[in-house]
Nanobody
């Protein structure tokens, strides 16, 4: 089992920044690639970003590319999502997730462990 706890969400004005953190416990953190997803009410949970086990490979969805940065610190068992130039359409609950999958990494079905989510609200 891997337990994930997100933090860092909140209310921010458009154009502002937030940094989300996701602290992991349980099994060896560095064995898992990590992802961030987001969800708004009535919509599917969507892929935001993913980072490989070592941190050397990252992947972003088109809506956040160039504005968000995913990173990890395996010594601290933590993954981060730095969000800059935030837009109202970034408003969502953000979830971190862990996976051992190396294919279809944008597919939420391939992530076995999930955090409880943290709310991000961007005002216009």
């Amino acid at each position: 089992q891997v337990q994930l706890v997100e933090s860092g969400g909140g209310l921010v004005q458009a154009g502002g920044s937030l940094r989300l953190s996701c602290a992991a416990s349980g099994r060896t953190f560095s064995n898992y690639a990590m992802g961030w997803f987001r969800q708004v009410p009535g919509k599917e949970r969507e892929f935001v970003a993913r980072i490989s086990r070592s941190g050397g490979i990252t992947l972003y969805s088109d809506p956040v590319k160039g504005r968000f940065t995913i990173s990890r610190d395996n010594a601290k068992n933590t993954v981060y999502l730095q969000m800059n130039s935030l837009k109202p359409e970034d408003t969502a609950v953000y979830y971190c997730a862990a996976t051992i999958a190396v294919v279809a990494v944008t597919n939420k079905g391939n992530y076995a462990y999930w955090g409880q989510g943290t709310q991000v609200t961007v005002s216009s």
